[in-house]
């Protein structure tokens, strides 16, 4: 009787517990990711593939389920969250689907950092016949993925979207009180001319590798909202990969086997590209390790050592074993004290140990910063002369006798006053979680103090960060936002941005105010490209007032973070290889090396 | 607790086994719907308050972070000072941003009512419904496994090991270690160990990343693959809890008063644990209750480990890229399921504890 009693007690107990297994399922979507969702996707993609392929008979059963290990190239290290986006206008940091601009949309050229030289890419040639008229010849041949005609008609429409659309990232080219690009003709289907009033000949040859053409066919009809902040789902481009598959943790790449490309510069070998989004960089490393990876773009700390091992390749086979992507540089608040004086700026100069920040901070995976900011790629425009006079490297009693020479003196604590006696207390921040960054910031502090400046290391959510660092209300930060160029203008276009605004969302975050040397970037933007001796004159006038002034601090080169591994592809670029590659899937480095990268890969034949 | 009613009861052995047991309740059933109705309808009100209260805070918690999400989203897309601000206002305009917040406020609940959490920041233009549909049935599979069969599994175990000092003496240590354990530290011990040296199990994604998704064997063997570690992770440190705190209870249980009289009855031993596991079982699942918050917090963090592609790592991305919207909607999910299930456990409560019960008609009678 009792234990009747109990057992259906049990029962009860156990079908309410069942239940409310079963409540808590019915809250959410089913617990098995894989059924439901299967079904869909699978009808969604089957969709997409007939958009995508021109063969009409492409059905879901020919694209196989799971990818041969041989054909596939597994990346990681360029997406940060879940693809939301193929719109390639899209800038940077929204775009999550590396791989749209370059491998779907391209550019009338491509730009080597380690040559220095634009090459032809959709373009066949491009000559300025004369000071304000730029003619550019198209390739013959060009197709978009649908198998339509590339013409010089889509070079002229994407163009006149700047024109149309003030949100577009290059349009005060074409709209505003900065144009200077005045029309663009498509005279027939190869050929387009472009006519200039005062042409900006260094920014419009940026622009020549960065801009994406698009489809008129497809894009004509579309929405201002779509082409300005649309996802554009179904990218269809000129490229040499099409768009198959994503999910929050993966976008998958497949081959254009049409690629107008492929007799030009030879077709891709990898059949298919998976680039993963780890969640963190210890997942990323483990994945280095077991090789699922094939090319990691993660910065991952400590990999000098797996590289001495083996485990990983990297470009250089010794320190710093990456190469230099952008200048990290210490922005300082120049509108207060005692930041306002140039002779305490460059006291701090000399006060930072960057000799440290490389060799603890990064265990050696970077190089110290050359003092103009200009990375190796355009050393050829640093002034000799000018950083024989102006250079600076860490030494603290350089520091105190430049201090002590502008009338700072030493407290009681052993740190400087200022002139006027007031003490000297100042932070330098970076956004917390940026663990090589949070590291260098310590070095900087350390080394400051110990020069007998006060500094502190502070790390704010990146939020509070960005909002200081865009409305000046930081000390000291660190940034680096001028990526691999053609010119040295970006850079110095990054440094010395103008005019002073409320918010400065794109460079000189310390609000330098110095019309002289505004004058100069300018001057240097509209110096013709092929004139390397005026902008060798340009970039020296600039240095000459940025070293005397010091009104930031560039400090060391951010590496273009790379790990590959030979197991399935090799023919990677390293420096013995002698390619010009850049082995990188990082957006806006496809048209820098990372699709050359792609072309020059061979698989490892298997036994 | 005062005990009303006809039916007091005294501790008699004509009674039998269980009614003697339970000594100080008294089993009454639902004679009465109304009081049923009015204890649901009290708990149902409560409920409500709460989730008003925590939908509010989730509302107002990602406005108090210093900085402005749009500046953040566009600080690395525009290159031009001219378009900057063109691109700003366009955005506020879209996320809403530039209503007075009252109005942002109202609106967030008229569009909460209509199923629309807004557009994201971080993964502009998508919904957040559209984020969060992908990512939450991963945290179901997860979590409702571990947090089951862990509660289930420690709570058996507890008890068996409460039965004998052997068994206490090694289990109890690991137990508690087990539970002490950060969820993290474990996730990152089994993806090095049991993912890298040993390299049996993969330590990332949910499924190969050599494989699309589709209905196959091959393909639910994957998914399973990958679930196991952030799993196990997950079930071991509930595992350990719930053994201990079983374990505790049933040797506080055998020492009461209730126990040491059956024993002297001569009832056998088997039966003694048997009603001492069902009192022990009670402020278990209260216990539970209590530490949903915790377990969901736990797996948020695992599925960073193992770059699981639940709500965990959105979070956090949302949380560094100030996306409001999509902080609003991870957290939405967390309140809603920690409620359920707590609403759940108040119904089975209701089931198995007749105290529950008597309670309901004990205040009217």
């Known amino acids: ?607 | 607790m005062a005990v009303k009613g006809h039916k007091l009861c005294c501790p008699t052995a004509t009674y039998g086994g269980e009614r003697l047991l339970r000594h100080k309740s008294i089993l009454i059933d639902f004679q009465d719907g109304g009081n049923v109705r009015r204890y649901f309808g009290r708990k149902l009100l409560i409920y409500a308050l709460t989730f008003f209260l925590a939908v509010t805070i989730d509302w107002l918690i990602p406005r108090f972070m210093p900085g402005n999400p749009i500046a953040n989203m566009l600080s690395r897309a525009t290159v031009n000072v001219e378009n900057a601000q063109v691109m700003y206002d366009y955005f506020a305009r879209v996320f809403g941003l530039d209503l007075p917040i009252w109005q942002q406020y109202l609106n967030f609940w008229i569009a909460l009512f209509h199923g629309d959490l807004g557009i994201s920041v971080y993964l502009f233009p998508t919904p957040v419904t559209t984020v969060l549909m992908r990512a939450v049935p991963y945290d179901a599979f997860l979590l409702i496994p571990s947090i089951l069969l862990s509660w289930y599994a420690g709570n058996k175990f507890g008890a068996f090991a409460a039965r004998s000092k052997w068994l206490d003496n090694t289990i109890s240590p690991l137990g508690y270690v087990l539970t002490a354990t950060p969820y993290m530290w474990l996730g990152i011990l089994f993806a090095w160990f049991l993912g890298i040296v040993l390299d049996i199990f993969p330590i990332a994604g949910a499924y190969s990343f050599q494989m699309r998704p589709h209905l196959s064997l091959v393909f639910i063997g994957s998914v399973l693959q990958h679930w196991f570690l952030p799993f196990a992770s997950l079930f071991l440190v509930g595992f350990g809890g719930q053994a201990i705190g079983m374990r505790n209870m049933i040797i506080y249980e055998l020492e009461a008063d209730y126990s040491h009289y059956l024993e002297a009855l001569g009832a056998p031993r088997s039966l003694i644990r048997k009603y001492a596991f069902r009192n022990a079982i009670l402020p278990q699942i209260t216990g539970l209750a209590l530490s949903l918050g915790v377990i969901v917090a736990g797996a948020l963090v695992t599925e960073v480990v193992f770059s699981y592609p639940g709500i965990g790592y959105l979070l956090l991305a949302a949380i560094q890229n100030q996306d409001y919207f999509l902080i609003q909607g991870c957290f939405l999910f967390i309140i809603i399921g920690v409620l359920l299930a707590n609403f759940i456990i108040d119904i089975v409560y209701v089931i198995i504890d007749p105290r529950t019960r008597r309670g309901m008609t004990g205040e009217t009678a």
């Not at chain 1, 390739?139 to 006149?160: Q, R």
């Not at chain 1, 005062?198 to 929405?223: K, S």
């Not at chain 1, 949070?438 to 990146?462: C, F, H, L, R």
Request: proline letters at 6%; one cysteine or more.
């Open chain 1, 1 to 607: 009787m009792q234990s009747k009693k109990l057992s259906r007690r049990d029962f009860l107990r156990l079908s309410a517990l069942s239940a409310a297994g079963a409540v808590l399922a019915g809250c959410c979507p089913p617990p098995e990711p894989g059924t439901p969702a299967v079904v869909t996707q699978i009808v969604k993609e089957a969709g997409e593939e007939k958009i995508i392929t021109v063969m009409p008979t492409m059905e879901p059963v020919e694209q196989p389920v799971t990818y041969v290990r041989g054909e596939t190239l597994y990346v990681s290290g360029a997406a940060w969250g879940p693809a939301s986006t193929w719109n390639p206008f899209q800038p940077g940091s929204l775009a999550n689907t590396t791989g749209t601009i370059g491998n779907v949309y391209e550019f009338l050229f491509a730009f080597s950092p380690m040559t220095g030289e634009l090459t032809p890419w959709l373009a066949e040639s491009g000559v300025w016949s004369d000071d304000t008229t730029f003619d550019l010849t198209l390739k013959d041949g060009l197709t978009w993925s649908d198998g339509e005609a590339l013409t010089a008609d889509d070079v002229k429409f994407t163009f006149e979207l700047g024109q149309k659309y003030a949100a577009l990232w290059f349009s005060p080219m074409l709209l505003g009180s900065k144009m200077y690009l005045d029309s663009v003709t498509a005279v027939d289907d190869t050929h387009v001319q472009f006519k200039f009033t005062d042409p900006l000949y260094q920014e419009f040859a940026n622009n020549l590798y960065n801009i994406p053409i698009v489809p008129e066919h497809l894009w004509a009809d579309m929405t201002e909202e779509d082409i300005t902040v649309g996802a554009n789902e179904n990218p269809v481009g000129s490229g040499a990969y099409l768009y198959d598959t994503g999910a929050e943790d993966r976008n998958v790449w497949v081959r254009n086997e049409d690629w107008w490309g492929a007799g030009v510069f030879g077709k891709p070998a990898p059949k298919r590209i998976v680039d993963i989004r780890f969640s963190s960089n210890n997942v990323a490393l483990g994945a280095v390790i077991k090789g699922e990876v094939d090319l990691s773009n993660n910065f991952l700390p400590g990999i000098a050592t797996l590289a001495q091992k083996g485990y990983v390749d990297t470009y250089f086979a010794e320190a710093p074993y990456m190469l230099s992507a952008n200048t990290a540089v210490l922005f300082l608040n120049t509108t207060i004290a005692p930041m306002d004086d140039a002779a305490f700026r460059r006291a701090l100069a000399f006060a930072i140990n960057v000799g440290d920040i490389v060799n603890v901070a990064y265990a050696n995976l970077v190089k110290a910063a050359s003092p103009t900011g200009l990375l190796p790629t355009l050393s050829k425009f640093d002034d000799a002369d000018v950083l024989a006079r102006l250079g600076y490297t860490y030494d603290p009693a350089q520091a105190a006798a430049i201090l002590e020479g502008a009338g700072y003196t030493k407290g009681d604590d052993n740190f400087y006053k200022a002139p006027d006696g007031s003490a000297i207390e100042l932070e330098v921040t970076c956004p917390f979680g940026w663990t090589d960054w949070m590291e260098a910031i310590n070095v900087i502090a350390t080394s400051a103090q110990g020069a007998g400046i006060n500094v502190k290391a502070v790390t704010p959510d990146y939020g509070a960060w960005n909002t200081a660092l865009q409305s000046g209300t930081f000390n000291m930060t660190l940034n680096n936002w001028a990526a691999m160029s053609n010119s040295p203008w970006t850079l110095y276009n990054l440094l010395f941005r103008h005019p002073i605004q409320e918010q400065m969302q794109s460079g000189n975050f310390g609000r330098w105010e110095n019309q002289e040397v505004f004058d100069l970037v300018d001057a240097l933007a509209k110096v013709k490209v092929t004139d390397e001796a005026g902008m060798q004159a340009g970039c020296a006038a600039i240095q000459e007032l940025m070293l005397t002034e010091m009104p930031m601090i560039p400090l060391w080169y951010n590496g273009l973070w790379a790990q590959f591994s030979n197991a399935v592809w090799t023919n990677w670029p390293t420096e013995d290889s002698g390619s010009s590659a850049l082995p990188t899937t990082w957006s806006g480095y496809w048209q820098l090396g990372g699709l050359q990268t792609l072309i020059e890969l061979e698989p490892v034949p298997t036994e």
